[in-house]
């Protein structure tokens, strides 16, 4: 009696609302994915990419609920990879193939699975260093490749600047399948990248750096595809930045051989 009692209760605090809420936002964050694939599919490329986009805004609502409602269950990291795989990986590759790419049926297909690959084989990675203790990016407050949400918006940027600009050399099938392939070896790259961790601004910069938060919002909502293309173009400027900034925190780690102080751990988010 005593046992079956403890499994009932076992089983309503799986249930409970506070479990609920950041696993349901991850399946929101997954229909969005796939939503995306039916927009591509009737030639809707604008509400493809825009659905993708909703998708990585709930993937960084999700991690964050489950920690404010202290609800992190390993079911629900298994659901965020699932969902990050499809939302990030599967999607965009067939969103660009049915774009552009099936123009090169071949070499289009190569790059399209290539790029969802490429996804899945990061977030496995992800997940298989979980619980290891030594991962020298991670101590040092960087991420490891460009995490997965960040590839699907980087692998969107011929489309962005087709969808701005109207010029059909954005939409090349064969530079649109290179960039693609290159996007892809970014995300399983062992390249250190900034994380938000690392992205404090001195006090002296911060009222400047809302500002610039204020009208990039502002940006996005007269002009998002050509305000995408700038963020998108920004992002891949940092990485040099983020390389030099982790070999200088490596350096001055190894001369005062003193542990790197250890930042947040990567949110589920960032995988």
Known sequence: MAERLSSRRRLAAGLSMRVFVPNAITAAALCSGLTG???????????????????????????RAARMLKAQTRFGAELDSLADSISFGVAPA?????????????????????FAICCVLRLARFNSRMDQLDQPHKAAGFLTGVPAPLGAGLGFLPLYLWIASGQP???NPVLVG????????LMISNLPTLSWARMRPPPSLRLGVLAVVGLTVAALLVEPWWTLAAIT????????????????????ARRSAIPVPGAAAPEVGDA
């Open 178 to 185: 290179v960039w693609m392939v290159l996007m892809a070896f």
């Open 233 to 252: 173009i920004v992002y891949l400027a940092l990485i040099p930045l983020g390389i030099s900034v982790y070999l200088k925190v490596r350096r001055q």
């Open 37 to 63: 694939i039916r927009f591509a599919i009737g030639g809707d490329y604008e509400r493809a990419v825009q659905a993708v986009i909703l998708a990585g805004v709930l993937d960084g609502i999700d991690g």
């Open 94 to 114: 067939l969103i660009v193939y049915l774009w552009t790419l099936h123009q090169v049926p071949s070499l289009g297909w190569i790059a399209a699975l290539a």
């Open 169 to 171: 050399i954005f939409a």
